[in-house]
């Protein structure tokens, strides 16, 4: 018999690609988030009838994807994030489901080497606190004693990610089809991309996997900035000009994921120019 799945965040880019792909797989899913869910909550700030509905979902959940998070890194997400946390850690403790949580590459700091998931995490003197609740949420989970898989992701990309949130594809993708300045920052910040379609069978094997820490990210699609804002002009034959502005100076300029781990589960096999073509084509 198929586990029984949580997914909170299910609305969102990965959890809604992960929340299709597992009920074609025959998986009894249930998703919350804040809309178009089986279940419509707002995880950092339930009222007494969430607390009971949330509470019967995980009682009998066999696996929770714990996705949910404020999307951005400014003060106020951080601490909405904070917030989830403490509603759903009691619950976690209490009833033991596996936990696969959705951390970030961003807790690895600085580093021009691959990260690899035992390696000292040491975070750079200047940013923002969003690695720091990824963290707290890791260091919860093994303090809790919490069955759990931590995934660190490098660069999850496809259809669904909203330029508006910042995110670096769809941006690029959006001002190029409109012939409009592709605004660069860090053209030489190198950054691995990793194909959705790549990272669903991963995460559904993690369901039977007992990992406690892994990388999700593909350095065989590893490219500075620059390189890909002109791979998405060259494939939208689009006529924007690429702007090179000011440095953020809390930027990470490097990022490359050890996937020595999930190679043993999962080969990728999307090039970054496949999943550019399948965005734009979506």
């Known amino acids: 018999m198929k586990k029984q799945i949580l997914i909170t965040g299910s609305n969102g880019f990965i959890g809604s690609h992960l929340y299709n792909h597992l009920v074609k797989e025959g998986y009894y899913v249930r998703g919350i988030d804040l809309q178009n869910s089986d279940y419509n909550m707002d995880l950092s700030d339930l009222t007494d009838k969430d607390k009971e509905i949330l509470e019967d979902i995980i009682i009998h959940s066999d696996i929770v994807f714990h996705l949910a998070a404020s999307v951005g890194v400014d003060n106020i997400n951080i601490i909405n994030s904070y917030k989830i946390d403490n509603n759903l850690m009691e619950l976690f403790r209490k009833y033991k489901p596996k936990v696969i949580y959705s951390s970030s590459s961003e807790v690895y700091g600085k580093s ?47 259809p669904g990610q909203s330029a508006k949130q910042g995110f670096v594809i769809p941006r690029f993708i959006e001002a190029s089809q409109n012939d409009k300045p592709i ?100």
């Open 112 to 158: 021009k080497k691959p990260m690899k998931e035992s390696g000292k995490l040491k975070l750079p003197g200047i940013h923002n606190g969003y690695p720091v609740q990824k963290l707290m949420t890791e260091n919860l989970l093994k303090a809790y004693k919490i069955p759990h898989t931590i995934i660190r992701f490098f660069n999850i990309i496809g």
């Open 183 to 282: 605004k660069v920052y860090q053209e030489k910040s190198v950054r691995t991309f990793m194909d959705i379609r790549d990272v669903l069978p991963v995460l559904e094997k993690l369901i039977y996997r007992d990992i406690d820490v892994i990388n999700i990210g593909n350095p065989d699609n590893t490219y500075s900035i620059l390189d890909v804002a002109n791979m998405i002009k060259d494939v939208s034959k689009s006529d924007s000009k690429i702007i090179i502005t000011d440095d953020r100076k809390s930027e990470i300029k490097y990022r490359l994921p050890d996937v020595s781990k999930m190679l043993q589960i999962h080969i990728p096999k999307y090039s970054l120019k496949d999943t550019i073509k399948w965005i734009i084509n979506e």
